[in-house]
Every structure is written in C-alpha cells, then in structure tokens.
C-alpha cells in the first residue's frame, strides 16, 4: 500500500506488517493470525470498534490518530506488571524527539497526558501459546482531529500542541521501533530504567484518592511506583501497592 511505503521503510525487516485503510479493530485482527515469534504489527488509518480500558471505546477518525498494535512474545516466567508503563515512556521518548516537546505525562497506568487532557492511550491483552507469553499492544495516539469528534474525557491531539505536525510515518516508526526496544530491554531489567525517571513523568504524583480493598475503603495519596509497576498510596495505615485503576476514585 503506497500509503505506507515510507513508514515499512522506518521499520526493522523482522517486524511483520499488516496494513489497512479502516478496521474494526487492530489488537482484534492480530489476536485472530498464527503466532508467530517476531513482532506482529497491524496500523489501520480508523478502527471502526477500537477498543479501550474496561470496555470502553477508543474514538478516532481516518487519518486523525496513530493508530496501531503490537503482539509481542516474552518468555513464559517473564512478569509483565508494569510493561504498559514502559510503552507509555517509549511513545513520550519519541514524541518529545520528534515534537522537540516537552511536558507529557503518563498517568498510570495506561494513558499519556498534556496540560490534563488525555492525548494517548493503551490497551494491554495477555495470552499463552505453546510455552510463550505473547502481550497485546494497542496504541492509540491522537494526532489532528476535528472539534466535532464525540470523545466524553478532556482531549487533546498533537496538531493543539505544537505548530508544525512531524511526518506522519515517520513518528509513527520511531513510536513503535522505540516501543520495542524498551519492552526488550524492560524483559531483561524489568522497571528500573523507568523508575529512575519516573517522577518527571509521574501525572499522579501526590494526587488523593479513595479505593476499596477487601470490601473496606482506604483513603490515602499517591507516592509513586513499586519495582512491580504497581501504584504506591500512602495511607494512614501504611502503604497500600495498587495494581489496577478500576476501583481507584481521585478526590
């Protein structure tokens, strides 16, 4: 597809490529091919069903967002708490090298924000097969899209950030080539590359919340993040580590 000729170019001769002008939904096709051992890669110009946390939605328009996934092998004893948080950092490392832009935040454990709107998001999906871990990567990145657009969070794109829009295939590239590149090295030492810069990243950093555990609710407020990718709340009663943000209230 001519479309994305000079972005298969950016990419290294391992990766397998799939492209698509519109589809239903990236993380789904890749979920639906053989295995394989090498990255798999599927980049849609719209997803018509994208999906995102819990169910929810991810709206986009046809040449709008970055849209793309990833399904990536580990090996089977490998622990992967944290992993969304690496991919989070990989696509700020390439945005703020290709933008010349600073002031990108992850807000944990699977969304990239500016000035507290959402720019980005991902989507993680775990499975086995035949002794190997194989990771989901859905990414979704808004790059220029109309007022119009029905999104029900505070949002912004990359086109209300910064004056002039980088190449589109070649951000691409640089997001998904860096995405890799981190997520091999995070199999090897895990979190603590991340964590020695986590807290110029950290969105959440001192924020009060309330959460539930053990059918009773704590208060407390956010110091950071374990070796583990799991999320730290001071409380009253010591520190409580957070592994999901489902039930997590910000007050």
């Not at 004893?77 to 290709?98: F, P, Q, R, T, Y």
Request: proline share 2%.
């Amino acid at each position: 597809m001519d479309y994305y000729s000079s972005l298969k170019r950016y990419l290294g001769p391992e990766i397998d490529c799939h492209f698509f002008d519109s589809i239903d939904s990236t993380n789904s096709f890749l979920a639906n091919i053989p295995y394989s051992t090498n990255p798999q890669l599927c980049i849609s110009r719209e997803q018509t069903k994208g999906k995102g946390q819990f169910g929810r939605n991810w709206v986009s328009q046809k040449d709008g967002s970055i849209i793309f996934s990833i399904r990536k092998s580990f090996v089977t004893d490998a622990n992967l708490n944290g992993l969304s948080l690496v991919v989070g950092m990989a696509i700020i490392k390439s945005i703020e090298k290709e933008c010349d832009l600073n002031g990108l935040k992850i807000k944990w454990p699977n969304d990239i924000y500016f000035e507290d709107k959402k720019l980005a998001g991902i989507l993680m999906e775990n499975n086995h097969y035949k002794g190997i871990q194989y990771v989901l990567i859905g990414v979704g990145i808004n790059f220029h899209l109309v007022d119009q657009i029905d999104i029900d969070i505070p949002w912004i794109d990359l086109s209300r950030i910064i004056s002039q829009l980088p190449n589109f295939q070649k951000i691409t590239a640089s997001i998904i080539n860096n995405i890799l590149i981190m997520s091999e090295d995070f199999q090897i030492n895990g979190l603590s590359n991340l964590i020695s810069e986590w807290d110029d990243y950290d969105m959440l950093k001192g924020q009060e919340i309330r959460s539930i555990e053990l059918n009773k609710e704590f208060q407390g407020h956010i110091d950071g993040i374990t070796h583990q990718g799991a999320l730290k709340v001071l409380t009253r009663n010591g520190v409580k580590e957070l592994y999901s943000s489902m039930h997590i209230e910000y007050i």
